[in-house]
């Protein structure tokens, strides 16, 4: 009231108390909600390795199949063709062949003709995943899995915003399966230091849940929920892009990202920008599309920066449906190109270019 200063004789200490006590109850609300987040945190990671362990229970009571008809066949045939064979194991998951272990002699290791020999009686084409030493002295164990017939390629490129010395954006292109690989693209929002290390924590985190084997939807919330926790403001424009080689196909997931593009043979689609940035809200939800792809069809995705050079989006997209290379290194150099001609060479902010072609091998 105003008339403390005059009745109160310690008016001074009295606030400075009032302000200290405020600033400790501020502070206990800070480390409460920080406890309460990571008590959440936690149980959501223990909630996706109870489902890991659940899917592999599952997989434990999964029936054995075994097929000793096709087993000795395929030991008839090597042994024909001069391939001592003593033992053939094929694993089969739900009905669908997963594998094939042969244990072959040393010398007689001759992985095109095991391969072609295996793939005729199978019906099935089959390719050599990798050959160790067996236990058996003398032999060796290969394993043969069914063949992918697509890969994917990558190109990437970018530029500093002027006058900074590290980019905010970071990318992440890696191998989850034998058919399937994912490529990311982070924004730390600003530019410089902080911003990098955001973007780097939030890619490092998405890769190692990825790798444990936890679903998408878990990752992001674990990942928003870490981003979340840091005293700072930390946001982060996420795309991820995960391909399927078996299918031939492909899930784009945006969360505060620009637009990207899908440049097909005959045209380029926009794919469209996502939601909220990784950090500012509790629940994420992600802009989750799916593409039917053909071989040679590329993925585009961008930063802000890019989007914000261009301006124009539709003569960005009628650039890169008139490019004519296939190579996509050659296709984000262009991109960045027209972006950089566009600022006269001094870039307002971080920009960055990853593109993923899809090809069918040979």
Partial sequence: PANL???????????????AIANEYQNFCVTKNSVDSSRMMIANELFGVSKILKSLSCMANTKIVFNIEKEEMIKEELLLNQILCSEVLLNFSEQE?????????????NPPLISKIVSKILGKQMELKNVED???SG????????????DVVFGCCGALKNGSSTSGDNHLVFRICEDKVMMALCDGMGSGKNASKVSDLALEL??????????????????????????????????????DLKLCACDVLKLGAPVGFLKQKQETKIIQAGSLPLGILKDVNPNLKSFALNDGDMIILVTDGVVDAIGNLDYLKTAINNFKSKNPQ?????????????????????MTVLVGKIWQKI
């Fill in 330 to 350: 050659q296709l984000a150099d262009m991109i960045l190109k027209i972006c950089l001609e566009k600022c006269n060479n001094k870039a307002p902010d971080d």
């Fill in 134 to 136: 067996s236990s058996k």
């Fill in 206 to 243: 998405i890769e190692k849940f990825y790798k444990a084997g936890f679903d998408t939807n878990l990752i992001l919330e674990n990942v928003n929920a870490i981003l979340s926790l840091r005293d700072e403001e930390n946001f982060g424009a996420l795309d991820v892009c995960v391909f």
């Fill in 97 to 109: 062949l997963c594998d094939t272990t042969l244990i072959v002699k040393n010398k007689d290791v």
């Fill in 139 to 150: 032999f060796s164990a290969l394993t043969l899995i069914p063949k992918v017939f697509f």
């Fill in 5 to 19: 200063g005059d009745n109160c004789l310690k008016s001074t200490l009295f606030v400075q108390t009032i302000n």
